[in-house]
């Protein structure tokens, strides 16, 4: 099997010989990787616009303190988590705020059509007004407002998918290409990535008869 591999870091691309390869892609991906439609049928997306606000303060308020993780009560967004939670400073001076917006108020098609014809002030101005809500004290603090339109964010567990045969069709793994991806499970959740990865692994170590030790 010839594989075509894209080096990000490098800029360009090179080709490897292989007996067996993990393809860890999204159904809608997979599908047209594999010229194979059955993968991804039934299969559905919704899609998420994120928003990274940069800021030359925290944010305060009164209540519980800040967490990494903030949910917002009675709001269609999902809140913000503070995305420079990790850095060694005991208390930064300025930080970047992660909001999500899951564009769930429309049918996935209808929502992002209206996703992309939204224009960028507009994006802006939906978080800025979401989060000054919530912390009028950042007014003034702001340094910029990054945007992201995600039209196929994650899979959704529409009614029927997650124990119908269209996703035992995915499943189904065919040698020497072996597939992972939470879109196996049918929901975007980490462990069950992290549970078809492993177990894609395993399958190329099995075909390939090399020794390994289960951690399933």
Do not use: C
Request: aromatic share 10%; glycine share 6%; no cysteine.
């Amino acid at each position: 099997m010839t594989v075509d591999v894209w080096d990000a870091a490098e800029d360009k691309t090179f080709r490897v010989e292989a007996k067996a390869a993990v393809l860890a892609t999204p159904h809608f991906v997979t599908a047209r990787l594999l010229k194979d439609a059955a993968l991804a049928a039934g299969s559905s997306y919704a899609p998420w616009a994120v928003a990274n606000i940069t800021l030359d303060s925290l944010p305060g308020g009164t209540g519980a303190g800040l967490s990494w993780d903030n949910v917002v009560f009675d709001s269609p967004l999902l809140g913000y988590v503070v995305a420079t939670h990790q850095i060694t400073q005991m208390r930064p001076t300025n930080t970047v705020l992660t909001y999500y917006w899951p564009l769930s108020h429309l049918q996935p098609e209808e929502a992002r059509r209206e996703a992309l014809a939204r224009p960028l002030q507009a994006w802006q101005g939906i978080f800025l007004q979401e989060l000054l809500a919530v912390h009028p004290e950042l007014e003034g603090h702001v340094r910029r407002v990054d945007v992201w339109v995600w039209g196929h964010a994650m899979i959704r567990p529409v009614p029927g998918f997650i124990w119908g045969a269209q996703r035992r069709v995915g499943l189904v793994q065919k040698a020497p290409i072996f597939t992972a991806h939470s879109d196996m499970s049918g929901v975007s959740i980490f462990e069950e990535a992290y549970t078809h990865g492993v177990r894609a692994a395993e399958n190329a170590m099995a075909y390939l008869s090399h020794p390994f030790e289960t951690v399933l």
